[in-house]
């Protein structure tokens, strides 16, 4: 996700790490079934109020009143569903279809955030889920980590992140070395381009193109966690039955023994306590806008599918979701728990 301001926090959770090459973390906050709805915000707009989306989605988003009322979001089977109007016919000339921008109350700079989801949103024309955390205050600059992102029918998930320019943070690169994903571009500066191998916006985005530890589109759903100290950031991706045998219910998990993430940013590579500000945990359900309702990502592109949207659907994007709202009954997340760790 691409935002282009900063977020208003209404809570703040101060997070200090003792030492930042720490490896065991202990439990500080479970968010669930039993407090998510007091924990999280229902936003009706983006980081711009004026706009419904930061980046042109079509889309309407809806407070948590109204999500309950439409059942966008309830407790299904003790766990948290959030999820978008799939029933509903409409006209592509109306504001966008309904759905969800959920974002933490609490912020958090360093610890361990491990999320479980039972299920994950469909790969679908249009869709654009994401899992992703932003940083409080002016964007890039402030920092993103997407754990969970991709857009129409990829077939992989996308973890990417952004930074501010090298004039204002400092150099912030991954390496393919330090990772199990697949890196796609490698300078994190969001402004940075050569048109070549890496386009203006996309930071350093990779690809987790192991299907072992595949949980892209899953109906099972799976594990992610962000480990974040001043020394590395990374992010681990499991299916279920695949996770380190300590994470489970642990109240102090090591993850020393967790191996090599899906993806990392090491300290010698990117100053990172310079880099991200303290982060708020989103989860976004868009439909089309840039990229996944341009030409290029609708046309050109099939994200390893083998098809294009162009080519499956016959119509344009706002326009095959304005008149499909039965493609994204599955287009949903449901959500065990997110668990936040602080530094030992």
């Not at 992989?156 to 070395?177: L, M, R, S």
């Amino acid at each position: 996700m691409r935002p282009l301001s900063s977020l208003h926090a209404t809570s703040v959770l101060a997070l200090l790490c003792a030492n930042s090459a720490a490896t065991e973390f202990r439990l500080k906050n479970t968010y669930d079934a039993s407090n998510f709805f007091d924990s999280f915000d229902f936003l009706t707009y983006g980081t711009v109020p004026t706009q419904n989306d930061d980046n042109w989605s079509w889309v309407k988003y809806q407070n948590l009143e109204n999500a309950r009322s439409k059942g966008l979001t309830q407790i299904k089977n003790g766990e948290v569903y959030l999820g978008v109007d799939h029933t509903s016919l409409l006209d592509s000339s109306a504001e966008g279809r309904d759905s969800l921008r959920v974002i933490s109350k609490d912020k958090f700079k360093y610890g361990l955030i491990v999320t479980r989801f039972s299920h994950l949103p469909s790969r679908v024309c249009g869709g654009w889920p994401a899992y992703w955390t932003l940083g409080v205050g002016e964007w890039p600059k402030a920092g993103e980590i997407d754990l969970y992102e991709g857009w129409n029918l990829n077939i992989y998930n996308k973890p990417a992140i952004h930074v501010g320019t090298e004039e204002e943070v400092g150099k912030c690169i991954a390496d393919q070395g330090n990772q199990e994903a697949t890196l796609r571009t490698t300078n994190c500066d969001n402004t940075f381009a050569d048109n070549v191998t890496q386009w203006r916006r996309q930071g350093c985005q990779s690809e987790e193109t192991v299907n072992s530890n595949s949980i892209w589109a899953s109906p099972e759903g799976g594990i992610q966690a962000l480990e974040w100290t001043k020394d590395y950031i990374k992010i681990f991706t499991w299916p279920h039955g695949k996770e380190p045998s300590n994470l489970g219910q642990a109240t102090v998990v090591d993850t020393s023994l967790w191996g090599k993430p899906s993806v990392q940013i090491l300290g010698s590579q990117c100053d990172i306590d310079r880099v991200f500000a303290e982060q708020q945990i989103l989860f976004t359900l868009p439909f089309c806008g840039t990229p996944p309702g341009t030409e290029e990502f609708w046309a050109g592109l099939d994200g390893g599918s083998g098809t294009t949207c162009d080519k499956f659907t016959g119509e344009t994007c706002i326009d095959y979701v304005a008149k499909n709202p039965q493609a994204f009954e599955d287009f949903y997340f449901q959500v065990q728990d997110v668990r936040y760790f602080e530094s030992q």
